[in-house]
Nanobody, 133 residues
Framework: QVQLVESGGGLVQPGESLTLSCAASGFTLEGFYVMGWFRQAPGKEREAVACISTHDGTRMHAPSVEGRFVVSRDKAKNTVYLRMDSLKPEGTAVYYC?????????????????????????WGQGTQVTVSS
């Protein structure tokens, strides 16, 4: 079965960096999947952070993180990453890794572009990121 395990969260000071990892099992990133990073802060809705197409690496980042965060994947390690630079206090949230099978490039492109949480069927347990002095 599909399993996603996030790691790398922790406490970091504003301006510092952190890299999250999402180890996938039960499927291979060689397929036509979209992987997503979402976050949910206390009292707020879950929001998209970044999405990436596993087959060709097409990616998008939410405007709030674009230029600071970078999503990537390593097919050999079957792992997706989220490198977060210049972290801000508002980045404090539980970060979730997610996945959805699309089956073809056209569908992956649509899903990557939209990067909406409702599109994703598999979710990790989340990892807490706290940005505070």
């Amino acid at each position: 079965q599909v399993q996603l395990v996030e790691s790398g969260g922790g406490l970091v000071q504003p301006g510092e960096s952190l890299t999250l990892s999402c180890a996938a099992s039960g499927f291979t990133l060689e397929g036509f999947y979209v992987m997503g990073w979402f976050r949910q802060a206390p009292g707020k809705e879950r929001e998209a952070v970044a999405c990436i197409s596993t087959h060709d690496g097409t990616r998008m980042h939410a405007p709030s993180v674009e230029g600071r965060f970078v999503v990537s994947r390593d097919k050999a390690k079957n792992t997706v990453y989220l490198r977060m630079d210049s972290l801000k206090p508002e980045g404090t949230a539980v970060y979730y890794c997610s996945a959805v099978l699309q089956g073809n490039p056209s569908r992956t492109l649509v899903t990557v572009t939209a990067c909406g949480p409702s599109s994703f069927g598999s979710w990790g347990q989340g990892t807490q990121v706290t940005v505070s002095s």
